[in-house]
């Protein structure tokens, strides 16, 4: 079985008013096009009745003063999405288990939508717990597990006498990965770390060493690792896999044409229209490609352009409180992440109706 091509996740998605009403047209829709409205009614959940926020995505709470942000809803262009219903999900999905698997923009997907869930249904327990890098939030009532793996690469990254490796072929850690239903991939930002940040010291593919090599080509090859791991381990009958899109940084105001800005701080409106000044973000078309080449399904939430629009969302000087640094590259939560959920909430129907 091939993988969902972008036409055909056109076509698919356009379908799901016929079985249940998630997107309403009567043409084709790509739900991943469209612009950005005020809509009065957002946000979708109050930040402060979500308890186990990071407390970096809690801009409200660090102080950031306006709130335009929190009132933006997405809109395809010739379709209408349906508002996230918290309740219905966890009655569809009863006895699932749905696993986020990458850094800290998985992270930020995943507690969006644990506060999506949590807020809908407050009187439900829950539990929350962590054990090294795999957080696992549940709905006993439900038996609906939404976990987080922390893996920056999905390839390895393991300690030798030589330094910190980078194996670009290798990936020892899809262990915990089977048996899961649904799995959401992303990997990116930290393919561009160097100096102190760089959590590697060496790169291998094969038998060859490199000290470094061109981040873009060392991603793709990172990629087609993991997209050979999921086409030899997993069965698409059992477990659903999806690839978070790449998400955007502002830190140049130069790719929305204002070049005076110098980074996300201060920005209050998204960028008005449908298309981002700067274009295709490069780390984008290689996932296309990579997803494009796979014998099984993986399924492209393909949020890069509608986040691009989006320079107003990420936490800048809010996200720890004060101005210590600043982040152009999370995303405030209630926010951007909530939107990408909704995405992943229809994807999710749409397969469940069928």
Not at 32 to 37: A, D, T
Not at 178 to 194: A, E, Q, R, V, Y
Not at 306 to 331: A, E, I, N, T
Request: net charge positive; charged share 20%.
């Amino acid at each position: 079985m091939g993988i969902f091509g972008i036409s055909t996740l056109v076509i698919v998605l356009s379908l799901l008013h016929h079985v249940h009403g998630d997107v309403t047209s009567t043409k084709v829709c790509d739900i991943f096009q469209g612009k950005w409205v005020y809509d009065a009614s957002y946000p979708l959940y109050n930040s402060a009745k979500c308890p186990f926020i990071e407390k970096e995505f809690d801009c409200l709470k660090n102080g950031r003063p306006d709130k335009y942000y929190l009132k933006y809803r997405w809109q395809p262009t010739g379709c209408s999405l349906t508002r996230f219903n918290g309740q219905d999900f966890l009655q569809r999905f009863r006895g699932k288990s749905i696993m986020f698997v990458g850094d800290s923009l998985s992270l930020n997907q995943w507690q969006s939508l644990t506060c999506m869930l949590h807020t809908a249904n407050p009187q439900t327990p829950y539990k929350l717990f962590r054990i090294g890098g795999l957080s696992t939030f549940t709905f006993p009532a439900y038996n609906v597990k939404v976990m987080f793996s922390r893996n920056a690469f999905l390839v390895d990254i393991i300690a030798t006498k030589a330094g910190r490796v980078l194996k670009l072929d290798s990936i020892e850690s899809g262990k915990m990965w089977k048996g899961i239903d649904f799995l959401i991939f992303n990997t990116w930002h930290w393919w561009l770390h160097s100096g102190r940040k760089q959590p590697w010291d060496l790169i291998q593919e094969g038998n060859r060493m490199y000290k470094d090599m061109d981040r873009l080509v060392a991603y793709k090859k990172g990629l087609n690792t993991w997209a050979r791991w999921i086409d030899t381990n997993l069965d698409p009958k059992r477990t659903r896999v999806f690839f978070q899109g790449v998400s955007p940084d502002h830190n140049n105001g130069s790719d929305w044409w204002e070049p005076a800005a110098k980074h996300c701080e201060g920005q209050m409106r998204p960028v008005v229209g449908h298309q981002y000044p700067a274009g295709s973000h490069p780390a984008e078309l290689v996932v296309e490609r990579v997803l494009h080449s796979m014998s099984k399904p993986a399924y492209l939430l393909n949020v890069t352009t509608l986040s691009q629009l989006r320079k107003d969302g990420h936490p800048s000087v809010y996200g720890h409180g004060g101005h210590r640094d600043m982040d152009c590259s999370h995303w405030c939560l209630a926010g951007v992440p909530d939107t990408w959920n909704q995405l992943l909430y229809a994807a999710l129907i749409q397969r469940k109706t069928n």
